[in-house]
């Protein structure tokens, strides 16, 4: 073993099979827990010679797979050649996928990675046997296609270098997709999530490409020049499916570009993916171009629902929440009778014993069924383990995942370890925040409707 091998407290909390607030409480409450060699005040790195010694004289299992060790010697390298380290490892590929999902939580800022659940989402809208993603980073998305042929292009050579050892059937080309395509091939589907807010996208060098069809992007649009760039790599009839800033849908500058592809037929939908996020659906234009098209506040469904010839104003806004038709009159029905439960009466508390929801639901199996957040089911015994007490444990674990996060393991999270009558009390309390919560969701969406019927003149105070 290296005397340098470090962790921090996510790795020992992966070790032990504990959650992060389990390591926090032996922080505070252990003298001897080890102290920190290395890393940041909110972050601190720890021998893991000094933690395994911890974790053995006080009696706590924990187990180093060698994935983990691996990871532990990688993570002794520069920060700044951590991403050429990764590359060179020599390793199975389960194992290398271990280590680049370490690599992903450690460098999460700087790699950008698409969020595992709108990768689904963005697969879910594109099929075909050739794939191309012309800005594929480590090259998750391309992972995630079941095409039989995967290809890709990446600007920053250790990612393109990172998304070869992933997808070893794969061709990645190493370069910048924009000013030097390198890709003569044309896909059933493009899918992509490129850089945004790229104001050096090349602009000057580029006038004149001739894959800008739709229109010459401006300089502050490189959004638009990915989406001509996508286009110009599909087959005729090809889907692309681009992830771009919501503000792309409605920059006035961009209104042009925007309303040449509602005139070709290449723009099928916007689906607003995430706060923030859009997803845009486009075909390379064959035949006759629709009247309609898709404009979805969320995922679902992508079912035609807006005419094209309302959209084609001097804005050309394509933001999904803006065509969206508000009807203010469930604010009207709603006005009367409209009230908020009260606030649980909830009182300060000592110390409680601990354990984890894992432990909790693999002690009391049994055949109710409790789901999750997530859509996740927990068969459990109401006379072991109260529905309510771990249902509120559920939503409370999700509440608290830090924004960003796209991975919570709730069996690990420490939870009060409370008799059944304990539990119930605690369900009572979940139960009433639960009603509160929906209600003020309610008020909110009604606060929306008061906005938009005061604004559009539908509504006027009394």
């Known amino acids: 073993m290296n005397v340098d091998e470090t962790v921090n407290a996510g790795d020992i909390a992966r070790l ?5 607030a389990a390591v926090s ?15 940041t005040a909110s972050s601190p790195l720890y021998l893991l010679r000094d933690v395994e010694a911890w974790l053995r004289r006080n009696g706590k299992p924990f187990r180093v797979s ?3 060790r691996l990871w532990t010697r990688l993570r002794t390298v520069d920060d700044l050649k951590l991403g050429e380290a990764l590359a060179a490892v020599e390793a199975d590929a389960a194992t290398f996928e271990f280590l680049h999902e370490r690599y992903l939580e450690a460098h999460s800022r700087l790699v950008n990675p698409t969020p595992p659940e709108v990768v689904d989402i963005v697969l879910a809208t594109t099929d075909g046997d050739t794939v191309i993603d012309p800005a594929c980073g480590t090259g998750s998305l391309l992972k995630a296609s079941a095409a039989r042929r995967k290809i890709g292009q990446e600007l920053d050579p250790v990612s393109a270098a990172i998304a070869r050892r992933r997808l070893p059937g794969a061709r990645i080309v190493t370069g910048d997709s924009l000013r030097h395509n390198g890709i003569d091939h044309r896909a059933d589907a493009v899918i992509c999530d490129p850089p945004w807010h790229d104001r050096a996208w090349g602009h000057e060098e580029l006038v004149g490409d001739p894959r800008w ?3 010459l992007p401006p300089r502050g649009e490189p959004e638009l020049a990915w989406v001509q760039h996508c286009l110009s790599l599909a087959k005729p009839g090809g889907l692309v499916a681009v992830l771009l800033p919501s503000a792309a849908a409605s920059r006035r500058p961009g209104k042009r570009i925007r309303g040449n592809l509602l005139r070709a037929g290449a723009l099928r939908g916007v689906v607003t993916v995430q706060p923030g996020r859009d997803l845009w659906l486009l075909r ?13 506040e969320r995922p679902g469904p992508v079912e035609p629902n807006t005419r094209v010839i309302d959209l084609l104003d001097d804005d050309v806004d394509l933001s ?3 065509r969206s038709g508000t009807d203010v009159s469930a604010y009207l029905e709603a006005q009367p009778a409209f009230a908020v439960p009260p606030l649980p009466r909830l009182l300060p508390q000592a110390g409680t014993p601990m354990t984890t929801i894992g432990d909790l639901v693999r002690s009391c199996p049994g055949p109710h069924v409790v789901v999750a957040p997530t859509g996740a089911t927990y068969g459990i015994d109401p006379a072991r383990l109260d529905p309510d007490f771990l249902e509120g444990l559920l939503r409370a674990a999700f509440a608290r995942t830090p924004t960003g996060s796209t991975r919570l393991d709730v069996r690990r999270t420490q939870v009060p370890s409370l008799p059944i009558a304990g539990q119930r009390r605690y369900g009572r309390a979940f139960a009433q925040l639960k009603a509160l919560e929906a209600s003020l969701e309610e008020a909110a969406a009604l606060v929306r409707l008061g906005y938009h019927g005061l ?5 006027e105070p009394a």
């Open 284 to 296: 390379n234009p064959v035949g006759r171009a629709p009247d309609h098209i898709a404009l979805l």
């Open 25 to 39: 409480n032996w922080r505070r409450r252990f003298e001897d827990f080890p102290a920190p060699v290395g890393g």
């Open 455 to 459: 604004l559009s003149g539908q509504i």
């Open 320 to 322: 999904p929440s803006r």
């Open 16 to 20: 032990a099979d504990v959650g992060r």
């Open 66 to 68: 060698p994935a983990e």
């Open 213 to 215: 069809t739709y229109g």
